[in-house]
């Protein structure tokens, strides 16, 4: 498991204090080693490993399993992460629901619970919710507060990455700059990371299904249209969060359409949901939701079929740049509208294989999501974990345990 969502390496500082960070990322791929193996890796000598290993046992992220033979006849005890040492807690706020997990550290769900709760009721509505369902799925699985090491949470709006604060978030009345990571800062000791629904879905996907990919973009097609760019292995967030928000980009046949933005021609105001389902509604078939015109694609509705496969000519059209941009190996289509199945995906390739030159296309893969609905789960997930086992983190929790 490698870190995706920082991209600095632990670095030794004059007092070599990132030594026990060190070990960590070398166990960190789940193979035991003995403190032989461990001191031969490192250079350190044989004591420092020792005391070095005590350290990470203490916090429950290492332990002992089961023995080797050493070359001397002795037995000698082998070290790994220990997965289920600790745990992390993954929330996925959507636009009319609430979903939480439990994880492990390699990112497997132990426990979760989810709840028709509308974003629009507010801060205290949800995340009230989130607290009492997490004491809940902790108490069920036999866990102590104490065992969560961080909290990932996806919001279905724009976030300021480095505060953890929604930013005017258009859907999401009350929300605006509310200080998520503190409302929860005195109830569980634990990290909180906040980030849109979007790049979380992103790392969810990658972890899921693509996790030797290293240049991925998730694209989002629900009641509004988004993406999450991984880029050189790393999620892209841009200098203020906001790289990949496709759904605002001019596309010449929308030229008239307004927008909610305040814009026109909108690729979200052409091709999202809602806009199919205003077109539909324009040839008397009822259609509001995604859902709704996902349902007249699957009854094979032609009117439907055909709306579905011209929103995925003009996202393809928005593509094409993010392509040449970018130079992706894959890009993988999810949110409600993508569960159309191939008429969406077809209208993505007929564009983005013409339009794109030759080269940035010849492995270039247009699919479907596979991790499907529990992309935005897994990802809230990953994005705890890959914060609470970084270098730095590790670092500190061990000062931290051994003031
Ligand atoms: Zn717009």
Not at 188 to 204: E, H, K
Not at 320 to 327: G, H, W
Request: aromatic content about 2%.
């Amino acid at each position: 498991m490698t870190d995706i969502t920082n991209p600095n390496d632990g670095h030794i500082n004059a007092l070599g204090s990132s030594v026990t960070s060190d070990l960590f990322q070398i166990l960190r791929d789940g193979r035991p080693r003995t403190r032989t193996e461990l001191s031969a890796m490192t250079g350190l000598a044989r004591s420092t490993v020792a005391l070095r290993i005590d350290a990470l046992m203490r916090l429950g992220l290492v332990g002992p399993v089961g023995d080797a033979v050493s070359t001397g006849g002795r037995p000698s005890s082998q070290f790994a992460i220990t997965a289920s040492g600790r745990v992390v807690l993954a929330v996925d706020v959507g636009a009319s629901h609430v979903r939480i997990a439990i994880s492990d550290l390699t990112g497997r769900i132990q426990a979760e619970m989810g709840a028709p709760i509308q974003v629009a009721e507010g801060p205290e509505a949800v995340l009230g919710w989130v607290e009492t369902a997490a004491r809940e799925l902790l108490e069920k699985l036999g866990r102590d507060p104490g065992d969560l090491l961080a909290i990932g949470i996806g919001l279905p709006g724009p976030v300021e990455h480095s505060t953890g604060r929604p930013i005017n978030p258009p859907i999401m009345p009350g929300w605006d700059r509310f200080d998520v990571p503190g409302r929860f800062r005195d109830i569980f000791d634990a990290p909180v990371l906040v980030d849109n629904d979007v790049n979380i879905m992103a790392l969810g996907e990658r972890e899921h299904a693509w996790p030797d990919v290293d240049h991925l973009v998730f694209v989002k097609v629900a009641t509004g249209i988004g993406s999450g760019v991984i880029s050189g292995g790393y999620l892209q967030r841009g200098a203020q969060g906001t790289a990949g928000d496709i759904g605002h980009v001019y596309v010449a046949r929308g030229a008239d359409v307004p927008c909610q933005c305040g814009n026109r021609g909108c690729l979200e105001a052409l091709a999202s949901g809602p806009a199919l389902g205003r077109a539909l509604r324009e040839v008397s078939l009822e259609a509001v939701t995604s859902q709704d015109v996902v349902e007249l694609v699957k009854r094979g509705n032609i009117d439907a079929i055909q709306a579905v496969r011209q929103a995925g000519r003009d996202i393809g059209e928005v593509l094409t740049t993010c392509v040449s941009l970018i130079n992706p190996s894959v890009i993988v289509i999810g949110g409600s509208l993508a569960q159309a199945g191939e008429h969406l995906i077809a209208g993505v390739r007929e564009v983005v294989y013409t339009r794109s030159m030759p080269l940035a296309t010849e492995h270039l893969q247009i699919t479907q999501s596979k991790a499907g609905p529990d992309a935005a789960v897994l990802g809230a997930s990953m994005l705890a974990i890959h914060h609470a086992l970084s270098p730095e983190n590790i670092e500190a929790m061990v000062v931290g345990a051994s003031i």
